[in-house]
């Protein structure tokens, strides 16, 4: 996920071991505290795309 949302612009932080410490996978976005709808929706729409890609 990580590599694919790059490609599409989109940093993030993909990590796992959410359910019990192993299992489950997660990724961690950080927007900026001041962001407008727009940027919201562009983050949103970067993130289906790249979970499309891989998944």
């Not at 927007?31 to 891989?54: A, M, Y």
């Amino acid at each position: 996920i990580k590599k694919s949302a790059q490609n599409n612009g989109l940093l993030c932080y993909p990590m796992s071991g959410t359910i019990d410490g192993k299992l489950g996978d997660h990724v961690l976005l950080a927007p900026p505290f001041v962001i407008s709808n727009n940027e919201l929706d562009e983050l949103v729409h970067k993130l289906s795309v790249t979970i499309d890609q891989v998944i």
